[in-house]
């Protein structure tokens, strides 16, 4: 009876996981034949395969420049969010009077969508000369509010005796973070390392809104203008996105186990 049931439950993953490939079988096999995608019968398997349209993609526009710019900002906004919510989640570990209110303040703050918050972020980056900047690109994502409690919760599964026994040693709070909670926080480190170079890798209203210098613009830039550029644009079009979505589902593919990890980490506590 198990056996069954959990081959009818595998029989439906693998029908949804299939659905759910179509779309992006249909974009690659697009950009690798440039075929019709209104035409009907829709064809299947593809007919001639060519690089084409990937060639026309990287020499045709400054695609390099689009990807150097994206990938400085996503290392600053993964760097700065590995450090910045490491330490405000290790703070909040700590006791200390107004707890529940810094963190309810916290849980608050993730109900205010982001383009509420475009015109100070905007003014507060001009004032710090930070436009058309790597920086600035990369300053509102600086620390996310979901990877700080994505770090909580992986450090409050931390055995307290660890954490006693450095402070008896005499290892002050910094190096405690860095050589006693995050060796034991790996999934934590994956989970922000992945969602924070992905919001970072596709952020397109930020970029646009603080970058007026075409030699600072980044990929979804690229992409927004790049229909001027080509004649054919349906498989260029799509050998576009599928470079861009290369990056960022390779290092999932790599840290998909301990992204998981990191996102259910404290589910299952007490």
Known sequence: MRRSRAAVVHGALVVVSAAMLVPFYWVLKTSLTGENIF?????????????????????????????TNSVIVSAIAVASNLVCN????????????????????????????????????????KELHLLNSHLGLALPLCSTIVCIFV????????????IDAARIDGLPEWRIIRHVML?????????????????????????LIVVRDPQRQTL????????????NTTGALYAFCIMVLVPGMMLFLLEQRRFIEGLTSGATKG
Not at 41 to 59: E, G, M, S
Not at 94 to 111: D, E
Not at 151 to 162: C, E, G, N, T, Y
Not at 184 to 199: N, P, Q, R
Request: aromatic residues 18%; glycine residues 2%.
């Open 86 to 125: 490491a330490l405000a989640a290790y703070a909040l570990t700590l006791r200390f009077r107004g707890q529940r209110a810094v963190i309810l303040v916290l849980l608050s703050c993730m109900l205010i969508p982001f383009q509420a918050t475009i015109i100070p972020a905007y003014l507060i980056t």
């Open 151 to 162: 770090f909580k919760a992986s450090f409050d599964a931390v055995p307290r005796s660890l």
């Open 39 to 67: 035409q009907y019968p829709p064809a299947l398997l593809p007919r001639a395969i060519h690089p084409f349209y990937y060639v026309d993609v990287w020499y045709g526009i400054p695609f390099v420049r689009y990807l």
């Open 220 to 231: 979804p830039l690229g992409l927004s203008t790049f229909l001027s550029y080509m004649e």
């Open 183 to 207: 060796p034991l926080s790996t999934s934590a480190v994956a989970t922000t390392v992945i969602l924070s170079f992905v919001w970072s890798w596709n952020s397109f209203l930020w970029p």
